[in-house]
Each structure stands twice: as structure tokens, then as C-alpha cells.
């Protein structure tokens, strides 16, 4: 398996998107309306922008790159072009189909970076607006993990599911990602455009981040809370939140090496174990 957290990346991105068009209705996608649209990049063009790869790691990334049907023949051009190595930003679901899964790991995927909104059906779909959508996503990703491709998980905090953050690295230690980043909602597309916001206040959000930070740390999980070598997907880079943003303060990586508190480490049987165990 391509390790995300134990073999540093450093290689450079090439970031590459495929479309607008998403599978599901996020009520903070940064892409607003534009994920209305279905229009597909031309895979000549995409064929066109995958030049001088060597050594890089390219990034697929949408609205939902797997919508697009010429996926795998552009990651395996994409190898064959010599990048170092093929992800994708998807919400994981078309994956919920193994077959999916093991095409694209035959054609050279090595790593996924999946938004996750909840640690359980409810919260998760909440925020997708997409009924179902928690369940096809787990169903992917172990679809994935079974073909041996990499997962990261990436939060997007919002004030519906910020008092959760100490579950999501539960959750992602269950769903064996590597990699969990707490990102803040961009107040951009669906989420610029929401008269109260979707973000969560700063000043309780970050004991709950701190905790977070912890309870990974405990499980072993590498974190990312705002730039990591290893968690650079997307092209995100140095991403600098906005000024608007719950995380706006940028989070010290200090608290990594802070000892764990009892609750932070705490065996607590958490909210999504019952949602995981009836996902078949
Ligand atoms: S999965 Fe991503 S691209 Fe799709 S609607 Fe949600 S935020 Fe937007």
C-alpha cells in the first residue's frame, strides 16, 4: 500500500480537475452551483495537462472525479507518464461497487482523500444532503483499503459537527485511514452564500480540536490540522483559511507532543460503532 503517513511525500502536485458535477448536495461545497453542472472535462484536454510528471504526484479531483468515465484510463496515463504516484478527492461512493475499486487500483491508484461531515449516518448526510450517502462512502472505503489503496480522511468542521471531532479519529482508525485533517468550511460557493454561516465558533471549537488532535494522537493517527508534508492533496498546499473562518487561528502542532489526557484516550464506545456495524 502507498503510505500517506509513514513515507513523507514531498513530491510536488499536479493537480488536475475533471469536472463540476458531484453525486452528492453538500451544504458547504465550495464549488456552489457549479457542481450543477455535468459537463465532463474532454479526456483529450485532461491527456494535455498530464505532461512533465515525473517525479510528481498527481491529484484527481472534481465536483467528483469519478464520475468521469475515462478515470482509469487517466490514472494509468498518468503512471505511464511517470507520475510518482495517482489520488483522488472524491467522496468515495461510486466505490461502494468493488469492482470500481479494483479497476482503479489496477490502473495505478495509490491514495484517496475522502471529506468526511459526520461520524454516523445522520450527521453525515445531513451535511451532504444526500440520504444514503454515509453508508456508500464507508462501503468505498473498504472497498478500497481491500484493494490496498490509501486512505486520508479530511473533516470539514462545521458548528453541526464540531462537538463530534474527538469521534472522527475513532472513526478513521476504524475505517483504517491514515491521515485525518481537520479542515475549516471555506466561506466560499454553498457556503459563502449562507446568511449565518456554517462555521463553528472559535472559542469552543478549539478544546474540541485539541481533544481531537489527542485522541489521534493516542490511536496513532498522523494529523494534519492545517498543512501537513504528507496531506497536500488537492493542491491545498499552505492553505491560509479566511479571515471569516472558525479556524482562522492557525492550530499549533505543539499540542501533538502534549500528553493525552484521560478523556482524550478514553475507550468509550463511540457514536457510529452501531451505523458501522450494520454497513454490510
Ligand atoms: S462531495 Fe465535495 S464536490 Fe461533492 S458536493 Fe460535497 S463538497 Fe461539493
Not at 182 to 197: K, L, N, Q
Not at 223 to 242: E, L, T, Y
Not at 251 to 275: I, T, W, Y
Request: hydrophobic share 45%; charged share 20%; glycine share 8%.
Amino acid at each position: 500500500m502507498s503510505s500517506l503517513s509513514s513515507r513523507p511525500d514531498p513530491a510536488p502536485l499536479t493537480t488536475v480537475q475533471l469536472g463540476f458535477g458531484c453525486n452528492n448536495r453538500c451544504l458547504v461545497c465550495s464549488q456552489g452551483e457549479l457542481r450543477e453542472s455535468e459537463a465532463l472535462v474532454p479526456a483529450r484536454q485532461v491527456e494535455s495537462a498530464l505532461v512533465g510528471l515525473q517525479g510528481r504526484t498527481v491529484v484527481f479531483v472534481g465536483g467528483e472525479p469519478t464520475l468521469h468515465p475515462q478515470l482509469c484510463e487517466l490514472i494509468e496515463l498518468a503512471k505511464r507518464r511517470g507520475a510518482r504516484a495517482v489520488r483522488l478527492q472524491t467522496n468515495a461512493r461510486c466505490f461502494r461497487d468493488p469492482a470500481r475499486a479494483r479497476l482503479a487500483k489496477q490502473a495505478g491508484l495509490d491514495g484517496v482523500e475522502v471529506a468526511l461531515f459526520g461520524t454516523a449516518t445522520a450527521m453525515h448526510d445531513y451535511h451532504t444532503a444526500s440520504p444514503g450517502s454515509f453508508r456508500e462512502t464507508v462501503r468505498g472505503l473498504r472497498a478500497l483499503l481491500a484493494e490496498r489503496v490509501a486512505i486520508a480522511v479530511n473533516v470539514v468542521v462545521t458548528r453541526s459537527n464540531y462537538r463530534h471531532l474527538a469521534e472522527f479519529p475513532r472513526l478513521a482508525q476504524a475505517l483504517r485511514a491514515e491521515v485525518v485533517r481537520f479542515s475549516p468550511v471555506r466561506a466560499i460557493g454553498r457556503a459563502g452564500s449562507a446568511p449565518h454561516g456554517y462555521s463553528a465558533p472559535s472559542a469552543l471549537l478549539a478544546p474540541r480540536l485539541r481533544q481531537a488532535t489527542q485522541v489521534a494522537q493516542a490511536l496513532g493517527i498522523a494529523v494534519s490540522p492545517v498543512d501537513h508534508p504528507d496531506f497536500r492533496f488537492a493542491g491545498v498546499g499552505r492553505f491560509v483559511p479566511p479571515a471569516q473562518s472558525s479556524l482562522a487561528r492557525p492550530v499549533r502542532l505543539a499540542v501533538l507532543s502534549g500528553a493525552v489526557s484521560s478523556e482524550a484516550a478514553s475507550s468509550r464506545s463511540p457514536s457510529f460503532a452501531a451505523d458501522l456495524a450494520a454497513i454490510a
